[in-house]
């Protein structure tokens, strides 16, 4: 009898002491789960965040749910000016109008942005395969992938080919972020880091890329736990559009890839 509890407390401390040197031998975990309790400790104190902002949250909340960011996108949702219909955002309001021949230029990648809150339904699928099927990189690229994302969240009735589409455009933005040698743009690199993490194959994926990846990210993050206002320009169809990201964005999609990165563990 001695002897046998002897074994069991031996078995007891070899396993205890396993789950502390696995934790111990993980700090990049560590660091990625303190960011991201930062990250939301800060987006939580934004007075007013943009649309884009909520879907995200909303996204992470199907995984990670938080009775605070519960809260606070209930609460934003009331700064947002002449809200229409978004999947898992303002599912009960009325769609957009759009037009039969969009304007070409930044015009017609804006309303491409439409496309999935749009009516009517033949137009909005004829718009959502023509973007799609554009061969595009940057922002172009991760836009149409989260078109594609929105419109399979507003159901609309979309063919196999389209759907397939989504995982080559995640596998393209896959290669354009691993061939990324610094960090471009802080906004886009959290970007495409947050689509093929959190809506891909992690399994395609070799670890030692996503902790890179992750390690790169958290070198960005500010003291207050956000992640900074990033300048771009946007280029589609001749024409070009500088843009500023502001820092609630750019921590939100932090915010994705985090969670993303955590739930494997």
């Not at 990049?28 to 934004?46: G, I």
């Not at 960011?69 to 219909?85: C, D, G, R, T, V």
């Not at 070799?206 to 206002?229: E, M």
Request: charged residues 20%; contains cysteine.
């Amino acid at each position: 009898m001695g002897n046998l509890l002897r074994l069991i407390t031996i078995i007891a401390l070899v396993f205890t002491n396993g789950c502390i040197s696995s934790n111990q031998s993980d700090p990049l975990k560590q660091k990625a789960a303190l960011a991201f309790s930062r990250a939301q400790t800060s987006l939580l104190a934004e007075k007013k965040v943009a649309i884009d902002v909520l879907w995200v949250l909303t996204q992470i909340q199907n995984q990670r749910h938080s009775d605070a960011a519960e809260q606070f996108i209930e609460s934003m949702k009331e700064h947002i000016k002449n809200p229409s219909y978004l999947p898992c955002v303002f599912p009960n309001h009325p769609k957009v109008t759009l037009p039969e021949s969009p304007q070409p230029g930044i015009r017609q990648f804006l309303t491409y942005l439409d496309t999935p809150r749009g009516k009517p339904e033949k137009v909005a699928l004829r718009n959502l395969k023509q973007f799609i099927n554009e061969d595009a990189d940057g922002y172009i690229l991760t836009h149409q992938l989260i078109v594609l994302l929105l419109a399979e969240q507003a159901e609309l009735p979309l063919s196999k080919e389209i759907i397939e589409t989504k995982h080559y455009l995640i596998d393209k933005i896959y290669r354009e972020q691993k061939n990324m040698k610094t960090m471009d743009c802080i906004d886009l690199y959290m970007e495409r880091l947050a689509l093929v993490l959190f809506f891909g194959n992690r399994k395609d994926i070799d670890q030692q890329t996503i902790n890179a990846w992750i390690s790169t990210a958290l070198t960005a993050q500010l003291p207050d736990g956000s992640w900074p206002v990033s300048k771009s320009t946007i280029s589609y169809n001749g024409e070009k559009i500088s843009i500023s990201s502001p820092r609630s964005h750019t921590t939100a999609l932090a915010m994705m890839a985090l969670q993303a990165y955590l739930n494997d563990y």
